[in-house]
């Protein structure tokens, strides 16, 4: 699948002053872009080719998760926006007063969260599978997709989203930005189904071969520990596990760190805290 830039639901000018046609020119026609360019240069030939964008989102890592997600964050803010200022639906009201206790409080969190995210990232509105909102704060390319919430609403709290406009004014950006979310969007999402049905069998499937890849990488770390020989510093005897001490009482096999304290070098009569690795 290759990805294209999707088209902007509203002009590049239609968002000022609030948001300035060179913000949308980098952050939508540049930043965007580069995502989308390096998801196509990342998935050709892997498993993610012919994957939904949220099957790669939720199953993914590294470079692909990074680039997939920022596409599907990117899009979603983008098609979160309308120049029009819209009043917020009695059904989302109801929602936000049940679960934040009133509407501006839901806003004062939400501003606390958005200014107060370290470095780049995203802040959302989520939905839990029991239907409650949460405010959710996610580093770099985080989206709540990845912990089975459905995304409501978000801010892109990147800088590249507002220093054009605000400079490092972040809280202004967030301020402002309350005036262009797309309010009948928002709570046109409450009803819709989460968005990665398509791709529960693949995200399980990954999430058991990654499970079982790191299990194995365990198994030889600890195979190599185990089988790690210690050296006496103060007389140069070495302990070796396949051969233990069996003098001492150490039967063949023992992994150093089985050892009782106690023990003592057989050559020295040192305790176990005079050996170290051997190199
Ligand atoms: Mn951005």
């Not at 509203?10 to 020119?25: C, F, G, K, N």
């Not at 790690?228 to 051969?243: K, S």
């Amino acid at each position: 699948m290759i990805y294209t830039l999707p088209p902007l639901p509203y002009a590049w000018d239609a968002l000022e002053p609030r948001i300035s046609q060179e913000t949308i020119e980098y952050h939508y026609g540049k930043h965007l872009q580069t995502y989308i360019d390096n998801l196509n240069d990342l998935i050709p030939g892997t498993p993610y080719e012919d994957m939904p964008l949220e099957g790669i989102v939720v199953s993914a890592s590294g470079p692909v998760f990074n680039n997939a997600a920022q596409v599907w964050n990117h899009v979603f803010f983008f098609n979160t926006l309308s120049p029009a200022k819209k009043d917020m639906p009695l059904e989302l009201k109801d929602y936000l007063i049940r679960d934040f206790g009133s509407v501006e409080t839901f806003k004062e969190e939400f501003r606390k969260a958005a200014v107060s995210l370290f470095g780049s990232g995203w802040v959302w509105l989520a939905q839990d599978p029991e239907g409650r909102l949460h405010i959710i704060k996610e580093s770099n390319a985080g989206n709540p997709l990845c912990r089975g919430l459905k995304p409501l609403m978000v801010m892109d709290v990147w800088e590249h989203a507002y220093y054009i406009d605000y400079r490092n004014r972040r809280a202004a950006f967030v301020d402002s930005c309350w005036d262009l979310i797309d309010w009948d969007i928002v709570t046109q999402r409450l009803d819709e189904p989460l968005p990665v049905e398509v791709s529960e069998t693949v995200v399980i499937a990954e999430a058991d071969r990654d499970a079982v890849t790191e299990a194995m990488a365990e198994a030889i770390i600890e195979d190599e520990a185990d089988m790690q020989r210690y050296v006496c510093i103060t007389c140069g005897w070495v302990y070796d596990p396949v051969e233990g001490d069996p003098e001492g009482g150490i039967a063949p096999g023992t992994p150093f760190s089985e050892i009782p304290e106690g023990w003592t070098c057989p050559a020295c009569g040192v305790g176990k805290e005079y050996f170290e690795p051997e190199r």
